[in-house]
Protein backbone atom coordinates (compact mmCIF):
# COMPACT_ATOMS: atom_id res chain seq x y z
CA UNK A 1 0.00 0.00 0.00
CA UNK A 2 1.08 3.70 -0.47
CA UNK A 3 -0.91 5.05 2.08
CA UNK A 4 -1.47 8.55 2.12
CA UNK A 5 0.19 10.39 -0.98
CA UNK A 6 0.56 13.87 -1.54
CA UNK A 7 1.29 16.06 -5.15
CA UNK A 8 3.02 18.71 -5.30
CA UNK A 9 5.65 18.44 -2.53
CA UNK A 10 6.40 22.01 -2.94
CA UNK A 11 4.87 24.65 -4.59
CA UNK A 12 5.08 28.68 -5.02
CA UNK A 13 2.24 30.83 -6.23
CA UNK A 14 1.72 34.61 -6.69
CA UNK A 15 -0.82 35.95 -5.23
CA UNK A 16 -4.33 35.33 -6.35
CA UNK A 17 -3.28 32.46 -8.55
CA UNK A 18 -5.63 29.08 -8.15
CA UNK A 19 -4.16 25.91 -7.97
CA UNK A 20 -4.92 22.44 -6.46
CA UNK A 21 -3.77 20.02 -4.11
CA UNK A 22 -3.86 16.78 -4.43
CA UNK A 23 -4.48 13.88 -1.88
CA UNK A 24 -5.34 9.97 -2.63
CA UNK A 25 -5.41 7.25 -0.12
CA UNK A 26 -5.80 3.56 -0.97
CA UNK A 27 -6.65 2.00 1.93
CA UNK A 28 -10.58 2.58 1.28
CA UNK A 29 -10.66 4.82 4.11
CA UNK A 30 -14.25 6.73 4.52
CA UNK A 31 -12.65 9.67 6.61
CA UNK A 32 -10.29 12.15 5.20
CA UNK A 33 -9.19 15.48 6.15
CA UNK A 34 -6.99 18.32 5.16
CA UNK A 35 -4.99 20.33 7.82
CA UNK A 36 -2.50 23.28 7.88
CA UNK A 37 0.23 23.51 9.82
CA UNK A 38 2.10 27.13 10.98
CA UNK A 39 4.50 27.65 12.85
CA UNK A 40 3.52 27.80 16.58
CA UNK A 41 -0.09 27.06 15.54
CA UNK A 42 -0.01 23.19 15.72
CA UNK A 43 -2.32 21.80 13.54
CA UNK A 44 -5.55 23.36 11.81
CA UNK A 45 -8.33 21.63 10.25
CA UNK A 46 -9.45 23.37 7.27
CA UNK A 47 -12.25 20.81 5.82
CA UNK A 48 -12.73 17.21 6.17
CA UNK A 49 -14.82 14.06 4.37
CA UNK A 50 -16.69 11.22 5.96
CA UNK A 51 -17.41 9.31 2.67
CA UNK A 52 -18.18 10.17 -1.21
CA UNK A 53 -20.18 13.34 -1.60
CA UNK A 54 -19.93 14.05 1.71
CA UNK A 55 -17.45 17.49 3.04
CA UNK A 56 -17.71 20.23 5.51
CA UNK A 57 -15.75 22.75 6.86
CA UNK A 58 -13.26 22.47 9.62
CA UNK A 59 -11.68 25.19 11.88
CA UNK A 60 -10.08 27.32 8.81
CA UNK A 61 -11.86 26.58 6.06
CA UNK A 62 -12.04 30.18 4.26
CA UNK A 63 -10.04 30.17 1.05
CA UNK A 64 -10.40 26.86 0.04
CA UNK A 65 -12.83 24.21 -1.53
CA UNK A 66 -12.96 20.57 -1.71
CA UNK A 67 -15.28 18.15 -3.10
CA UNK A 68 -15.45 13.95 -2.56
CA UNK A 69 -16.09 12.83 -6.05
CA UNK A 70 -14.30 9.28 -5.02
CA UNK A 71 -13.45 7.35 -2.14
CA UNK A 72 -9.90 7.52 -2.91
CA UNK A 73 -9.75 11.44 -3.41
CA UNK A 74 -10.01 14.77 -1.52
CA UNK A 75 -8.31 17.50 -3.42
CA UNK A 76 -7.88 20.47 -2.02
CA UNK A 77 -8.28 24.04 -4.03
CA UNK A 78 -6.69 27.24 -3.91
CA UNK A 79 -9.16 29.44 -5.23
CA UNK A 80 -7.21 33.18 -5.16
CA UNK A 81 -4.16 32.48 -3.51
CA UNK A 82 -3.14 35.06 -0.77
CA UNK A 83 -0.04 35.13 1.26
CA UNK A 84 -1.41 34.31 4.34
CA UNK A 85 -2.24 30.98 2.39
CA UNK A 86 1.78 30.02 3.45
CA UNK A 87 1.72 27.18 4.78
CA UNK A 88 1.97 23.34 4.81
CA UNK A 89 -0.63 21.12 4.10
CA UNK A 90 -1.35 17.74 5.35
CA UNK A 91 -4.03 15.15 3.88
CA UNK A 92 -5.01 12.65 6.54
CA UNK A 93 -7.18 9.60 6.20
CA UNK A 94 -8.98 7.05 8.99
CA UNK A 95 -10.69 3.96 8.80
CA UNK A 96 -14.26 4.78 10.61
CA UNK A 97 -15.41 0.65 11.12
CA UNK A 98 -13.92 0.63 14.18
CA UNK A 99 -14.17 3.62 17.18
CA UNK A 100 -10.45 3.95 17.16
CA UNK A 101 -9.84 6.75 14.36
CA UNK A 102 -6.34 6.58 14.00
CA UNK A 103 -5.27 9.01 11.48
CA UNK A 104 -3.11 8.43 8.42
CA UNK A 105 -1.17 11.34 6.76
CA UNK A 106 0.88 12.42 3.82
CA UNK A 107 3.93 13.40 3.67
CA UNK A 108 2.78 17.34 3.10
CA UNK A 109 2.77 19.88 0.42
CA UNK A 110 4.92 22.86 0.82
CA UNK A 111 3.42 26.26 -0.33
CA UNK A 112 4.48 30.22 -0.20
CA UNK A 113 2.18 32.35 -1.78
CA UNK A 114 4.65 35.68 -2.77
CA UNK B 1 -15.86 20.42 23.46
CA UNK B 2 -12.68 17.82 23.78
CA UNK B 3 -9.33 19.12 23.95
CA UNK B 4 -5.82 18.31 24.38
CA UNK B 5 -2.98 20.50 26.60
CA UNK B 6 0.81 19.02 26.64
CA UNK B 7 4.18 20.99 27.51
CA UNK B 8 5.16 23.67 25.40
CA UNK B 9 8.74 22.75 24.16
CA UNK B 10 11.14 22.82 22.93
CA UNK B 11 12.33 20.20 25.46
CA UNK B 12 16.11 19.89 25.01
CA UNK B 13 18.03 16.93 26.57
CA UNK B 14 21.17 15.02 26.48
CA UNK B 15 21.75 11.74 24.13
CA UNK B 16 20.55 9.05 26.86
CA UNK B 17 18.41 11.42 29.44
CA UNK B 18 14.76 10.38 30.26
CA UNK B 19 12.19 11.89 28.86
CA UNK B 20 9.08 12.78 29.63
CA UNK B 21 6.25 14.68 27.50
CA UNK B 22 3.12 15.67 29.73
CA UNK B 23 -0.55 15.32 28.32
CA UNK B 24 -3.68 15.70 29.79
CA UNK B 25 -7.47 15.49 28.15
CA UNK B 26 -11.18 16.92 28.56
CA UNK B 27 -12.94 14.59 26.54
CA UNK B 28 -17.11 13.06 26.26
CA UNK B 29 -17.52 9.41 26.43
CA UNK B 30 -14.19 7.51 25.87
CA UNK B 31 -11.62 8.20 23.25
CA UNK B 32 -8.56 6.92 21.98
CA UNK B 33 -5.32 8.25 22.63
CA UNK B 34 -2.32 8.37 20.94
CA UNK B 35 0.94 9.72 20.39
CA UNK B 36 2.31 11.03 16.99
CA UNK B 37 5.53 12.01 15.79
CA UNK B 38 6.67 14.16 13.16
CA UNK B 39 10.52 13.79 11.93
CA UNK B 40 11.83 16.91 10.22
CA UNK B 41 10.55 17.86 6.94
CA UNK B 42 7.97 14.55 6.79
CA UNK B 43 4.10 14.40 8.23
CA UNK B 44 3.07 12.85 11.18
CA UNK B 45 3.19 9.32 11.93
CA UNK B 46 1.48 7.17 15.42
CA UNK B 47 3.99 6.27 17.32
CA UNK B 48 1.93 4.33 20.36
CA UNK B 49 -1.82 4.19 21.41
CA UNK B 50 -4.02 3.18 23.36
CA UNK B 51 -7.88 2.27 23.37
CA UNK B 52 -9.21 2.17 27.14
CA UNK B 53 -8.43 3.32 30.80
CA UNK B 54 -4.99 1.59 31.88
CA UNK B 55 -4.13 0.41 28.67
CA UNK B 56 -0.24 1.27 28.09
CA UNK B 57 1.11 1.94 24.47
CA UNK B 58 4.38 1.35 23.53
CA UNK B 59 7.02 1.45 20.74
CA UNK B 60 10.38 2.18 19.69
CA UNK B 61 11.15 2.43 23.47
CA UNK B 62 8.75 5.14 24.05
CA UNK B 63 5.37 4.05 26.52
CA UNK B 64 2.48 6.19 27.56
CA UNK B 65 -0.24 5.09 29.85
CA UNK B 66 -3.79 5.65 29.36
CA UNK B 67 -5.00 7.10 32.90
CA UNK B 68 -8.59 7.84 33.15
CA UNK B 69 -8.37 9.04 37.03
CA UNK B 70 -5.98 11.78 36.17
CA UNK B 71 -6.79 12.38 32.78
CA UNK B 72 -3.56 12.06 31.52
CA UNK B 73 -1.35 9.74 28.73
CA UNK B 74 2.10 11.35 29.51
CA UNK B 75 5.02 9.86 27.04
CA UNK B 76 7.83 8.23 28.32
CA UNK B 77 11.46 7.13 26.91
CA UNK B 78 14.25 6.58 29.14
CA UNK B 79 17.05 6.89 27.41
CA UNK B 80 17.13 9.08 24.05
CA UNK B 81 18.85 9.34 21.22
CA UNK B 82 19.81 12.08 18.61
CA UNK B 83 17.38 10.52 16.08
CA UNK B 84 14.34 11.12 18.26
CA UNK B 85 14.77 14.44 17.65
CA UNK B 86 11.33 15.58 16.28
CA UNK B 87 7.88 17.03 17.37
CA UNK B 88 5.58 14.96 19.47
CA UNK B 89 1.45 15.45 19.20
CA UNK B 90 -0.93 13.62 21.74
CA UNK B 91 -3.93 13.42 20.31
CA UNK B 92 -7.60 12.00 21.21
CA UNK B 93 -10.67 10.50 19.36
CA UNK B 94 -14.09 8.63 19.32
CA UNK B 95 -16.44 9.13 21.73
CA UNK B 96 -18.99 9.90 18.73
CA UNK B 97 -16.77 11.66 16.39
CA UNK B 98 -14.94 10.76 13.28
CA UNK B 99 -12.65 14.42 14.26
CA UNK B 100 -9.55 13.76 15.90
CA UNK B 101 -8.43 16.69 18.17
CA UNK B 102 -4.77 17.40 18.93
CA UNK B 103 -2.62 19.02 21.00
CA UNK B 104 -0.17 21.89 19.47
CA UNK B 105 2.45 19.49 19.69
CA UNK B 106 6.18 19.11 21.61
CA UNK B 107 9.49 20.06 19.96
CA UNK B 108 11.90 17.40 21.31
CA UNK B 109 15.70 18.10 20.78
CA UNK B 110 17.94 15.85 21.83
CA UNK B 111 22.26 16.51 21.82
CA UNK B 112 25.12 14.24 21.41
Known amino acids: NAGVTQTPKFQVLKTGQSMTLQCAQDMNHEYMSWYRQDPGMGLRLIHYSVGAGITDQGEVPNGYNVSRSTTEDFPLRLLSAAPSQTSVYFC?????????????FGPGTRLTVT | GDSVTQMEGPVTLSEEAFLTINCTYTATGYPSLFWYVQYPGEGLQLLLKATKADDKGSNKGFEATYRKETTSFHLEKGSVQVSDSAVYFCALSGGGSYIPTFGRGTSLIVHP
Open chain 1, 92 to 104: ASSDTINTIYEQY
